[in-house]
């Protein structure tokens, strides 16, 4: 089972920032969190991870609370390609399989 | 950019018949994935794959599934008689092996059994 909780649904107004929370309170020490989408019925497509530190790339910002129970995935500036099913997934080996939960399923409004 | 690949797109089969799904994953990737999504469900994960050997599967790839690298560039999965609950997106994954990086995701493959 996931160890990740995610809330259903959200929407987002374009051009604002999107903040997708994620609860992990069983995380152990050495386990990642990635952040993934999955746009209609496209592969999943990878959008960043992180351990303890806040991580940013070109696509999001990954901001991890001092606990690591839980994180937040921030979308700067929502386009309407932003829309899709984003998923928080706890990895528990590097080389390990990715369990995917529901996941949210974002909606970006003009 | 490199890309996982996979063919075909759409697999329409009779129950009963051996499908092979193909994909090509990223190029110098050294762990390959199988997962599927029934219609409306949940990504599930299938089986790993790691220096020519199954690493880890689930509950899901029975003894109907196997999975093969029959080359250098090819990753395959096999389901020798399908079922009608089989009819689902197969997606294909790799990923380097490179500390905690992550997996690539190919298209998927559409396999519909009638």
């Known amino acids: 089972d996931a160890k990740t909780t995610q809330p259903t649904s959200m929407d987002c107004a374009e051009g604002r920032a999107a903040n997708l929370p994620c609860n992990h309170s069983t995380i152990s020490g050495n386990e990642y969190v990635y952040w993934y989408r999955q746009i209609h019925s496209q592969g999943p497509q990878y959008i960043i991870h992180g351990l303890k530190n806040n991580e940013t790339n070109e696509m999001a910002s990954l901001i991890i609370t001092e606990d690591r129970k839980s994180s937040t995935l921030i979308l700067p500036h929502a386009t309407l390609r932003d829309t899709a099913v984003y998923y928080c997934i706890v990895r528990v080996e590097s080389w390990g399989k990715l369990q995917f939960g529901a996941g949210t399923q974002v909606v970006v409004t003009p | 950019e490199p890309e996982v690949t996979q063919t075909p797109s759409h697999q329409v089969t009779q129950m009963g018949q051996e499908v092979i799904l193909r994909c090509v994953p990223i190029s110098n990737h050294l762990y390959f994935y199988w997962y599927r999504q029934i219609l409306g469900q949940k990504v599930e994960f299938l089986v790993s794959f790691y220096n020519n050997e199954i690493s880890e599967k689930s509950e899901i790839f029975d003894d109907q599934f196997s999975v093969e690298r029959p080359d250098g560039s090819n990753f395959t999965l096999k389901i020798r008689s399908t079922k009608l609950e089989d009819s689902a997106m197969y997606f294909c994954?790799?990923?380097?092996?490179?500390?905690?990086?992550?997996?690539?995701f190919g298209p998927g493959t559409r396999l519909t059994v009638l």
């Open positions: 994954a790799s990923r380097a092996g490179v500390g905690w990086d992550e997996q690539f």
